[in-house]
């Protein structure tokens, strides 16, 4: 994630029931007060686009969590966390920032193909 409220990757592949293992990685210059970026995937069947009105905050909301397959703390410059979960079944999944007013454009897609 960068200070331009950008992911530097737009979309990334994994096979459904692969464990995953993600990191992001504050990449900007400016503290989190100021510009913190998460990562929060969104279940399928949640219409990211009012998940993303909702949960907008400084901190990703608890009463939100059952809506995702997994998110990321709020981070600062130079700040990561990684991430462990379970891909779900085949589909395309949004990811998202849920600091105020970033989702616009941050935002990409977690593409989940069929185990071979």
Same mark, same amino acid.
């Given at each position: #994630? $960068? /200070?331009?409220?950008?992911? $530097? !990757?737009? =979309?990334?592949?994994?096979?459904?029931?692969? =464990? %995953?293992?993600?990191?992001? @990685?504050?990449?900007?210059?400016?503290?989190?007060?100021?510009?913190?970026? *998460?990562?929060?995937?969104? @279940?399928? /069947?949640?219409?990211?686009?009012?998940?993303?009105?909702?949960?907008?905050? *400084?901190?990703?909301?608890? /009463?939100?969590? /059952? =809506? $995702?397959? #997994?998110?990321?703390? &709020?981070?600062? #410059?130079?700040?990561?966390? $990684?991430?462990?979960?379970? !891909?779900? !079944?085949?589909?395309? +999944? =949004?990811?998202?920032?849920?600091?105020?007013?970033? +989702? !616009?454009?941050?935002?990409?897609? &977690?593409?989940? %193909? #069929? @185990? @071979?």
């Amino acid at each position: #994630a $960068t /200070d331009a409220m950008k992911f $530097t !990757a737009k =979309k990334f592949t994994v096979t459904a029931g692969q =464990k %995953v293992k993600l990191t992001l @990685k504050n990449i900007g210059s400016l503290p989190k007060e100021a510009m913190g970026h *998460n990562l929060v995937i969104v @279940k399928s /069947d949640v219409d990211y686009n009012s998940f993303a009105m909702e949960a907008q905050a *400084n901190e990703f909301p608890e /009463d939100k969590k /059952d =809506k $995702t397959i #997994a998110y990321t703390k &709020m981070l600062g #410059a130079g700040e990561s966390d $990684t991430i462990e979960f379970v !891909a779900p !079944a085949e589909g395309t +999944y =949004k990811y998202i920032c849920t600091w105020p007013a970033h +989702y !616009a454009s941050m935002q990409g897609d &977690m593409i989940v %193909v #069929a @185990k @071979k």
